[in-house]
């Protein structure tokens, strides 16, 4: 359901949509972003007594004529059952549908999955999106946040891995047609199950991604905060050291393995710094196997992207061309 304005009247717990976010479906009809208030009904002068006006209760205006939502419970390595939510378009879902797979897994922020008007064009092309709910996320509270942070990280990466496997195994996505998408701490996420499962991806779009964990967490002068020690761990303790090198992207990228094609973006002002995405990119480059059709971009730019929202469409645009270019070529 598209992000809509609500007028709902407090003394009578009635509601109407005063506004809805435009949508274009088939390049044709337009779906929902009437405005209602003019018509719903004349308030008092005062904004007070709204009694004697019933706007009444309506529907939401929702989008599941056209499409549809499928929910998972996808058993991870040690058996933990990690939620999978589905999106697909009603009219252009098969069997063997090309895909995108989103996960975040960390602060205990559970993963946005709002309706998003940028990925109605993968959808309307017969994508199928999916959300994993990985641990170190908000998915069930606190322990399900604890239970993928500091040495206990590598969770999140099993549930992510998982969540692909099971979305090939079904038939839901076809083999070589799956991608990801992680942004921040999410893109620590993609990046670690891409060195965990290089095979498993076709592509991945990596947005101001945190790669190089290891050294900049024993950096303290860099822009983190205390927070992200107890989220990633403290690596001036040998134990943490340790759990932290095991999954930080950098350091466990495999050598003469093809990796899927990677679409990194970063910023110079982003919080998490540029050169992390640049040598990444480098040694990936370096060290696996090299082919043409799965390149390894790095896009980087000075501008504030989240304040334009210019910017932000042509990055999407970007991001969602690659997508398709890499996976429905194959």
């Not at 003394?11 to 009437?34: D, F, S």
């Not at 991870?76 to 069997?95: A, F, I, M, N, W």
């Not at 008007?117 to 908000?138: M, N, P, Q, T």
């Not at 002002?269 to 696996?288: D, H, M």
């Amino acid at each position: 359901m598209p992000d809509a304005v609500v007028d709902y009247n407090l003394l009578n717990g009635k509601w109407q949509i005063v506004q809805q976010q435009n949508m274009l479906h088939e390049r044709t009809k337009v779906l929902y972003g009437n405005a209602f208030a003019s018509s719903a009904g004349k308030l008092s002068s005062d904004g007070a007594d709204l009694s004697s006006e019933d706007l009444g209760d309506c529907d939401w205006n929702e989008l599941s004529e056209y499409y549809a939502c499928e929910y998972y419970d996808v058993p991870s390595k040690d058996g933990v059952l990690v939620p999978l939510t589905l999106v697909y378009s009603r009219k252009h879902k098969q069997e063997g549908n090309p895909g995108l797979l989103h996960g975040h897994g960390a602060y205990g922020e559970i993963l946005d999955k709002r309706w998003r008007s940028e990925l109605k064009s993968l959808l309307d092309r017969g994508w199928v999106i999916a959300y994993a709910d990985v641990r170190g996320g908000g998915g069930y509270g606190k322990e399900w946040h604890w239970d993928g942070a500091r040495t206990k990280k590598m969770n999140s990466i099993y549930d992510f891995v998982s969540c692909g496997e099971f979305l090939l195994e079904k038939g839901i996505i076809q083999e070589n047609k799956l991608a990801g998408w992680g942004y921040s701490a999410g893109g620590l996420l993609v990046a670690s199950a891409i060195n965990t499962r290089p095979d498993l991806f076709r592509a991945a779009v990596l947005k101001v991604p945190f790669l190089d964990v290891c050294n900049t967490l024993l950096h303290p002068i860099l822009p983190l905060t205390a927070i992200d020690y107890e989220e990633f761990g403290f690596p001036v303790d040998h134990e943490e050291f340790l759990s932290i090198k095991k999954y930080s992207p950098y350091d466990n990228i495999q050598k003469d393995v093809p990796y899927p094609a990677v679409f990194v973006t970063s910023s110079f002002n982003t919080r998490f710094g540029v050169w992390e995405a640049a040598k990444w990119v480098a040694k990936v480059r370096e060290l696996t196997q090299y082919d043409p059709e799965r390149p390894v971009i790095l896009n980087l730019t000075t501008d504030v992207v989240e304040e334009s929202k210019y910017l932000e469409t042509k990055e999407l645009a970007t991001e969602t061309a690659f997508l398709i270019k890499m996976v429905n070529n194959t």
